[in-house]
Structures are given as C-alpha cells and as structure tokens.
C-alpha cells in the first residue's frame, strides 16, 4: 500500500518553490527514517489535490528526486523510496545533559566580555533603521551579480569553484585588485603582496596575530572600532587608546616604546575625519624614527561623494611599514565578507601561512564571482548608484538635524555613510536607543566605541546607508522628540 497523502503536508510560510519545499519534505523524511527503502510515495495526481497544487508541479519534485537518489520509478506501478537512498546514521538517544561544566571559568571569558556593537536581527522592521553596515536592497545589483555567480558555477570555472587553493587565492580576482581596487587609493603592489581574507575584520585580526601578543603594545584611536579591541585584548596585548582630533589621529600624542599603530586614516571610525596629508606624512616619519608598524583600515574608501579623498597612508608607504586592510564587504555587500591586506611580500608570507592554519581560504566561487563583478564594470556601476543615493541621503540627513537642533560632533567632508552625533548633557545614550525602539527608531549608542576607562555614553551614531530618503526626516524627528521629551520620561 502507498503511503496515504495525508501524511504529507507543506509548512506555511517556508522558503523557496513549490517544487522545491516537496523535495525538502521528502528528502527530510527519507533521512529522518519516516520513509523507508522500498516505500511506494502517493501518485502524483494524490498528493497534488492533497496539497492543493498542480499535479506537474509534484511529477517534477519526484522527477528531481528520482535523479538524487531519493525515490525511484517503476513504470506504471509509481515511485518508490530508493533502496540505495541516502540514510542517516542512527545511533543510541543521547543522554540527557546537565550543562554543570562551567566554561565561563574555562575560558576566562576573554573573548565575550569585549564591549561590542550590538544590531537587531530584525533590524528590516523597524520604520526608521539608522544603523550601520547593512545593505539596501533598493540598490544592490541583484541580476548581474546572479549573473556572476551562475558563470562562476560553470564547467569552464570547475576548478576555481571546487579546488582547494591551500594557501594560494584565485588569481583571477587578485589580477583585478591590482589593476582596478588600489590604483584608485595610489598604491602599487604585486601579487605576492596581497592576501584575500574573510572582510576587514579578519584582516585586522590576521594583522595583530602576526604581529601582536604578550609583551607587544599597540595604539588604537578612541574612539574607535569596537572590533578591533574586541581582537587586541584578547591577545594580550597592551592596548593604548589616543584621542582624535579633527584630523584623526595625532602622531605627535603617541607614546613611545609601541610596536604597532592602528588607525582609521581616510575615514576615521566613528568620527569621520580625514587625516591631512602632511600629518600621514608626519605618521610615517613617526614609524620609522621609532620603529612601530602602522596597520591603515581603509573600510570605506569607496564612499567618497563629496569629494574625493586623499590617497591611501600606504600609497605614501616608502620603507615598508604599513600594513593596508581593504574590503568589498562595505561596498557590495556586508554578507560577502571578503576583503585583502597589503603589505611587504615577507609579512604577507606569514599571514598567508596563519590564514592556511585557521581557514585554508576564502570560498573559491566568491572570489571568482568577485572578479566577474569587477571585470564585467558591474562593481563601478554599483559604487556610482551607492554615491548618488548617499549624497542624497546625505542632504536628507544633514537637513533634517538642522531642522531639529540635533548635534553633530563629526561628519567628515568626504562622505561616508553615517554621521557621528552627540545628546545633550546629562543623556545616556543607550537608555535613548532603548526608548528609540519603541518608536520604530534604530540608533547607535557611542559607548563600545571608546576607552573603556574613558567610556562616553553621551555619543551616537546615525547610518544611512538602509534608510530611505523619504523617512529621514520623520525619524530624526522621532530622535529629537524623545531627546526633548528627556529620559526621565521614557516610559
């Protein structure tokens, strides 16, 4: 007897096709061992008037997976679970577990207990999402990068997609990063002084593995990324936090006796200053004078629509000494996570050596996919759209604060893709991003961004790289409110 219709049903509001949620049933009951070697499935015709679909669109899920493996045909008599069907393992019922070790006190924590942004998962459904980092599906160019990825799948990129390149990146994507990503930043360099990595966080990390540890002192600008302390402290090594200025970082307030200086220069996080010229230049004499290595994060070159932007610190690079963390992660979108270091072929030579130890190297079908983007004109067609859009956003944003009386403690004469602000005296901005919530309002609150032993809770930053211009002014009217309203009365 075939199994009875009934027994099969489609959950609602599951992803993907008809066809393809029949497949996942089935599949899903052939592993579990509901579904047995030999089981006759119910006809086409029955399951389709069960499920209320059509019935070709039932013939072509069992179709699919009479050529998996999963069922098989037998003329007229139907389909049947596959006597060679995948099965999984079976094994005894676990025991039930008591969870009474305490890993807290194993580990030391060392890693969670690092101050860090926190974003909602849910962030899509709040009206007025002033976050960073996220991507707008409004300008993604989603056909031509599918596109992209289908001709990366193809027989004639078998290789690229499917090899285990080692300690090697596809040369493909890294011919089109010296030719097209750093010449526009003024930086030269061969293939043996770049490395591909999982985004500018894994960069970063990269970096301070090979150059950092117990015993090592570093300098990180405050405020700054909260990720990159998030990668330091744990490491043991001595972190040492400089106050910006309007022009970034001060080389002459750094302290002697460092091994490493990590700075923000183009764009500083979350400030948005641009570092002059002459004081790159004064940073660079600094490093050689005192024998420190500067590691440049140059997370959103790209972004600069107002006007362009000084060359990179490591375009002014003569001796060596910086270290350049890139990615496309801002740019095409954060998911991607794929990014570069550049630096002199002995220190990249290492790192490539660490990131074999930890993750061999970034997916193959990524990074050939990347190179199409890059090669096809699509990636400076997406980077030109993401300029006019913020430019506008921009003007959106900056004429909405005026109009509120909002403070702005920094927002760069470059662009960008966020403005740094601060509340009035006395506001705790994480109590504000709370209350925000309850009106539809994402906000980022400053703390995590500084010196944890010269925290700031009066700062915030607001993002616009996922808010529509036609909702700026309304939620930064919705931030000005509770700002008057004041937190006293945030209930």
Not at 114 to 120: E, H, Q
Request: glycine share 8%; charged share 20%.
């Amino acid at each position: 007897m075939p199994i009875p219709a009934e027994a099969f049903f489609l959950p609602p509001g599951a992803a993907g096709t008809l066809q393809s949620r029949i497949r996942a049933m089935v599949v899903q009951g052939v592993l579990a061992g509901r579904l047995r070697p030999g089981d006759k499935m119910p006809s086409s015709r029955g399951l389709a008037e069960h499920l209320g679909i059509s019935r070709i669109t039932v013939t072509l899920a069992y179709a699919d997976l009479v050529s998996s493996d999963y069922l098989s045909a037998r003329g007229r008599s139907g389909y049947f679970v596959s006597d060679t069907a995948p099965r999984a393992p079976e094994f005894p019922k676990a025991p039930q577990r008591d969870d009474g070790l305490d890993f807290t006190a194993l580990t030391g924590a060392r890693f969670s207990r690092v101050a860090r942004l926190a974003k909602p998962e849910d962030w899509e459904r709040f009206a007025y999402p002033f976050i960073y980092g996220q991507a707008d599906a409004a300008l993604f160019d989603h056909q031509n990068w599918r596109a992209c990825a289908l001709r990366a799948l193809g027989r004639r990129d078998f290789a690229a997609l499917t090899s285990d390149y080692y300690e090697r990146d596809d040369p493909v994507l890294i011919e089109h990063v010296l030719r097209s990503i750093l010449p526009r930043r003024g930086i030269a360099a061969r293939a043996d002084e770049v490395l591909l990595t999982l985004g500018a966080q894994n960069a970063l990390w990269i970096a301070a593995q090979v150059l950092l540890g117990p015993g090592k002192r570093a300098v990180v600008e405050n405020p700054g990324y909260p990720g990159l302390r998030a990668i330091l402290e744990p490491s043991g090594t001595e972190v040492l936090a400089v106050d910006v200025d309007e022009g970034g970082l001060p080389p002459d307030a750094l302290p002697g006796g460092v091994d490493a200086v990590f700075t923000t220069a183009s764009h500083q996080c979350p400030t948005n200053a641009t570092m002059p010229v002459a004081r790159r230049v004064a940073l660079l004499d600094a490093a050689a004078r005192k024998g420190f290595v500067v590691i440049e994060d140059d997370y959103e070159f790209e972004m600069s629509f107002l006007k362009p932007v000084a060359p990179a610190l490591k375009s002014l690079d003569r001796e060596g000494r910086v270290v350049y963390a890139g990615s496309f992660s801002k740019s095409i979108f954060p998911g991607l996570r794929l990014g570069y270091l550049v630096a002199s072929p002995s220190f990249i030579a290492e790192a490539r050596a660490l990131r074999s130890l930890v993750l061999r190297h970034p997916p193959g079908h990524i990074q050939r996919t990347v190179a199409y983007f890059l090669a096809d004109g699509h990636y400076d067609a997406l980077i030109n759209r993401m300029r006019v859009a913020f430019r506008r956003r921009r003007q959106a944003m900056e004429d909405a604060i005026a109009e509120q009386g909002l403070t702005v403690a920094g927002q760069g004469g470059f662009g960008g893709s966020s403005i740094w602000m601060r509340a009035p005296e006395g506001v705790d901005t994480e109590a504000l991003a709370a209350h925000l919530r309850g009106a539809g309002v994402l906000i980022e609150p400053g703390r995590a961004f500084f010196d944890p032993a010269r925290q700031s809770r009066s700062h915030y930053r607001l993002a616009y790289s996922s808010i529509a211009p036609s909702r700026i002014p309304e939620g930064i009217a919705r931030i000005a409110a509770a700002l008057r309203k004041g937190g006293a009365n945030w209930t």
